[in-house]
């Protein structure tokens, strides 16, 4: 039994010898028929490629548009989440429990009975100035 590489030459053979060829025209015939079989191959190999080379430029397509409306929506919504985001974070960090309000209620009442003590100590030198300056004598020593 022939191979099917075998069959192929025995059948081109036949088909030459029928139409009868001289042996420098099935030299041309071999020629052209590789020549055509090159092409095939080289057209063959682009071809498998040609029904998806239409879904590939779709499915980029479809992704650009996909990454360009994620983009806008990003912009879109990006400045109201930044400042909702640094709301939340200056309010916990601000953020005043109660033993930091009990401890300024003691910083201010501490710093309101030193305001309190000065002004008492003022207050008192004041009136042992005057009571000194009544307790003089108008007389002038000479």
């Known amino acids: 039994m022939?191979?099917?590489?075998?069959?192929?030459?025995?059948?081109?053979?036949?088909?030459?010898?029928?139409?009868?060829?001289?042996?420098?025209?099935?030299?041309?015939?071999?020629?052209?028929?590789?020549?055509?079989?090159?092409?095939?191959?080289?057209?063959?190999?682009?071809?498998?490629?040609?029904?998806?080379?239409?879904?590939?430029?779709?499915?980029?397509?479809?992704?650009?548009?996909?990454?360009?409306?994620?983009?806008?929506?990003?912009?879109?919504l990006a400045p109201p989440a930044l400042g909702a985001t640094a709301g939340i974070l200056h309010s916990r960090v601000s953020d005043v429990d109660d033993e930091d309000v009990d401890d300024i209620k003691k910083n201010e009442l501490a710093d309101e009975y030193r305001r309190q003590a000065q002004r008492l100590r003022q207050s008192a030198r004041m009136r042992d100035y005057r009571e000194s300056k009544k307790n003089r004598s108008g007389s002038i020593y000479l």
């Open 2 to 76: 022939l191979s099917p590489q075998e069959a192929f030459k025995l059948g081109f053979l036949s088909n030459c010898v029928e139409k009868g060829l001289s042996i420098a025209q099935m030299r041309e015939e071999v020629k052209k028929a590789s020549a055509q079989l090159d092409d095939m191959d080289k057209e063959a190999a682009f071809d498998w490629f040609a029904p998806e080379r239409g879904a590939i430029v779709d499915d980029v397509g479809d992704i650009a548009k996909d990454i360009g409306r994620t983009a806008l929506i990003t912009l879109g």
